[in-house]
């Protein structure tokens, strides 16, 4: 079955580390986006990306860096420069006019 | 002005209740809408797509009002099984066409 997994489920990270969360969708879909979402608070946009080899900034951008150099694949990294990542990172795909399919989620947690 | 905004509830209603949801959004080019809902600590999960004036599936009524800016949720007869938050997201136009832009969610309890 077609999807859109992300890994891992749990990543705890130390100060200062840079960390990589990974995103594969098997749904032929051309855009694809990661979100973060904080007890309480809706979804903001990091960064999403409409095709292959370019991505956008969203509206919190800063602290994270992307790369999309394959069309099944878009791999969030968070940087040292993020200075609150905990968080539920959320990555989704779509074609398109039609609405997102979400994965299941990573939490990130500073330690 | 946000560009999605939410009643954030809670909502607590019982079984069998109809219970409605409001949505207002502010890109009045905006053509397509969706509903998801959203399980504690699980991926938002898409629950309904508009297109056009409004949708239904079962249950589940949504209803665009392009004059007025805002999209409704009904659902009737409510089941223990809807409790979860509903989040409105009506799509970008433009430059960011393509895009989402998601409210906070109404959270929403059916009680036995």
């Known amino acids: 079955d077609g999807g859109i997994t992300q890994s891992p489920k749990y990543l705890f990270r130390k100060e200062g580390q840079n960390v990589t969360l990974s995103c594969e969708q098997n749904?032929?879909?051309?855009?694809m986006y990661w979100y973060r979402q904080d007890p309480g608070q809706g979804l903001r946009l990091i960064y999403y990306?409409?095709?292959?080899?370019?991505?956008q900034k969203g509206d919190i951008a800063e602290g994270y860096s992307v790369s999309r150099e394959k069309k099944e694949s878009f791999p969030l990294t968070v940087t040292s420069a993020q200075k609150n990542p905990t968080a539920f990172y959320l990555c989704?795909?779509?074609?398109?006019?039609?609405?997102?399919?979400f994965g299941s989620g990573t939490r990130l947690t500073v330690v | 002005r946000k560009e999605v905004e939410q009643d954030p509830g809670p909502f607590n209603v019982p079984e069998g209740a109809t219970v409605a949801f409001n949505c207002t959004y502010s890109?009045?080019?905006?053509?397509?809408f969706f509903w998801y809902r959203q399980d504690c600590r699980k991926e938002p999960k898409l629950l309904m797509s508009?297109?056009?004036s409004g949708n239904e599936d079962g249950r589940f009524t949504a209803q665009l009002n392009r004059a007025s800016q805002y999209i409704s949720l009904l659902i009737r007869d409510s089941k223990l099984s809807d409790s979860a938050t509903y989040l409105c997201?009506?799509?970008?136009?433009?430059?960011?066409?393509?895009?989402?832009?998601f409210g906070r969610g109404t959270q929403l309890t059916v009680w036995p």
């Open positions: 989704a795909s779509s074609k398109g006019e039609d609405g997102y399919t």
């Open positions: 890109n009045s080019a905006s053509q397509s």
């Open positions: 990306s409409q095709i292959v080899n370019d991505f």
């Open positions: 997201a009506p799509r970008g136009r433009g430059s960011t066409l393509g895009r989402l832009y």
């Open positions: 508009v297109y056009s």
């Open positions: 749904l032929n879909h051309d855009a």
